[in-house]
């Protein structure tokens, strides 16, 4: 990530908040510093994360991992589980052993339904696709954030039917650069699947019954089937997760919100810090 980058300028408006990126560093160029008041999204490659994220993992969800026979789905879930327990550890300034999640699917009972964290404060959310996780957190509302490796194969087509509502397709449609037109559907994507996330719908909800902006300058949600109070309090911002990957953010608060999107390694070298001189991990 570039440390210490301006905002864009203006920020980008969603119902009535105002919601600002902000990239990098906090104290550096931007010249903030992170409030437990903001919205933070912490992204990292899980092959950079530390060997010790599996020392982090309860013994549930240490057998999810095990469950995993793809060595690199097996890393991605414990990477991102452990980045979230380090994230709400910085935030809550606790030991990061302490933070339990709960997983419970409310259809299934199983450990894979929305992380959240035992005390109901604060909100998180995690996604991963290919060398990429993110998890986003925020205290005063829920929160969606959705992440997606650009691939320049996908069958759009098989899938603009759940994806897009009728006003949408034809915005698309009538998109003929391929390149601008992949990036406009990842960018829907990621979008509306923020959305989903943040309400608790997820994928068991048509994306269909989202509508968002599909232009790179359009970050809103303008309608929400049956659910249009969603639009004054939806709050959406673009991600920038690493060349050749789209990324988004929603929270739902009335609040202005600013984001800032940070460098996961350095949550877990704060995290480092904080156990070192603890005898259940050996931190290098």
Request: proline share 6%; charged share 25%.
């Amino acid at each position: 990530m570039a440390a210490g980058a301006s905002p864009p300028a203006g920020g980008r408006r969603g119902g009535t908040g105002e919601l600002t990126l902000t990239i990098g560093v906090p104290g550096g160029d931007t010249g903030a510093a992170v409030r437990t008041t903001d919205c933070c999204v912490w992204c990292i490659d899980p092959r950079d994360a530390p060997d010790w994220c599996e020392e982090l993992l309860s013994e549930p969800e240490r057998a999810r991992a095990e469950s995993f026979h793809n060595v690199v789905a097996r890393r991605r879930f414990t990477s991102a589980t452990a980045l979230v327990k380090v994230a709400v550890a910085g935030w809550a300034g606790c030991d990061p052993f302490d933070v339990r999640l709960r997983r419970e699917c409310p259809d299934c009972g199983r450990l894979h339904g929305r992380p959240e964290v035992v005390g109901g404060t604060p909100n998180v959310s995690l996604s991963h696709s290919g060398d990429r996780v993110a998890v986003a957190l925020y205290e005063h509302g829920p929160v969606g954030v959705d992440v997606e490796q650009v691939n320049p194969d996908v069958d759009m087509d098989s899938m603009l039917g759940f994806v897009f509502g009728e006003a949408e397709r034809r915005v698309f449609d009538a998109i003929e650069d391929p390149s601008a037109r992949l990036q406009a559907f990842y960018h829907c994507w990621t979008r509306k699947e923020s959305v989903l996330k943040a309400t608790g719908d997820g994928l068991r909800t048509p994306m269909s019954n989202v509508t968002v902006g599909a232009s790179h300058g359009q970050v809103r949600l303008t309608g929400f089937t049956d659910r249009p109070e969603l639009v004054e309090t939806a709050q959406m911002v673009d991600l920038r997760p690493e060349p050749g990957y789209v990324g988004a953010v929603t929270v739902l608060s009335a609040r202005p919100v600013r984001v800032w999107e940070l460098d996961g390694a350095d949550a877990f070298a704060t995290a480092a810090e904080l156990v070192r001189d603890r005898t259940r991990i050996a931190v290098r």
